[in-house]
């Protein structure tokens, strides 16, 4: 089974790589499931109702988030009526939504998609490997094929949540930081895992946003407003082979497309 994830879509520029590109590389890659990271695609920040419909519509099966995932007020009723749309399973009780999907691949075999944010250098949410615990065990032990986006700032915490559960998921990447790593590589458990998958939006940036503003920043520390960029356009994806019988992984491949 093939498993391709996007990285990180930020705003319109990365939304309009995936609508050019992504049927074409599901068909080239024989893709069959597409999984996709969109809590940054309205303009940079959070995810409204008719972009999550347009990005589910244009190939990926299911759409993971992170701490930027309320920032469109707008998605909070959205999110009963959409649960290939996953926030981190981690957020406390309460909070809409799920954290969890679990449904069917185009060549009939089941998975499961879970979605876990960290808390070091980020908000102190619940704690995302008991969270992954706990999700885990809702799973059918006939689904072998697990995915797993760690949301996270911190290299160490994506890479201990890869040691966690290797042997236990198919697949852990890490997104939110934008940049992608070259770690990629299956453990010795069979679980695939990257720290970051980098991001699908403009690459001429400080991730995704205007360098400009975000220097003026650094500079003098006042409040600016940030614009997404516009410029060098990449999908950054990772693409995953998977045995379906065991759900143990083969394989793990970076892979970079630039717009037009």
Not at 99 to 128: E, H, S, W
Not at 159 to 185: I, N, P
Request: proline share 5%; net charge negative; hydrophobic share 40%.
């Amino acid at each position: 089974m093939r498993i391709l994830f996007v990285g990180d879509i930020v705003g319109s520029p990365g939304r309009q790589v995936v609508h050019d590109h992504l049927a074409d590389v599901v068909s080239q890659q024989r893709v069959d499931l597409c999984i996709a990271n969109g809590e940054n695609s309205a303009s940079g920040f959070g995810i409204t109702p008719r972009l999550a419909d347009e990005l589910l519509g244009s190939g990926v099966e299911v759409l993971t988030g992170g701490n930027h995932i309320w920032d469109r007020k707008e998605i909070l009723e959205y999110f009963p009526h959409q649960p290939r749309l996953l926030r981190p399973a981690n957020f406390p009780n309460g909070s809409p939504g799920g954290g969890l999907y679990m449904g069917t691949a185009k060549n009939g075999v089941p998975f499961a998609v879970l979605n876990l944010q960290g808390r070091t250098f980020m908000t102190p949410i619940d704690c995302p490997f008991r969270g992954a615990e706990r999700e885990l065990a809702k799973i059918p032990a006939t689904t072998k094929v697990i995915f797993v986006d760690m949301h996270a700032e911190a290299t160490s915490e994506k890479q201990a949540m890869g040691w966690f559960l290797d042997g236990k998921v198919s697949v852990v990447v890490g997104t939110h930081t934008h940049v992608a790593t070259a770690d990629e590589r299956v453990l010795p458990g069979g679980t695939a895992y990257i720290t970051d998958v980098g991001m699908t939006g403009p690459h001429d940036s400080v991730i995704g946003m205007d360098k400009a503003g975000i220097i003026q920043r650094f500079l003098d520390g006042l409040p600016a407003r940030f614009t997404v960029s516009e410029r060098d356009v990449r999908m950054n994806t990772v693409l995953i082979d998977v045995d379906e019988s065991t759900g143990h992984a083969r394989s793990i491949e970076r892979l970079v497309f630039r717009a037009d």
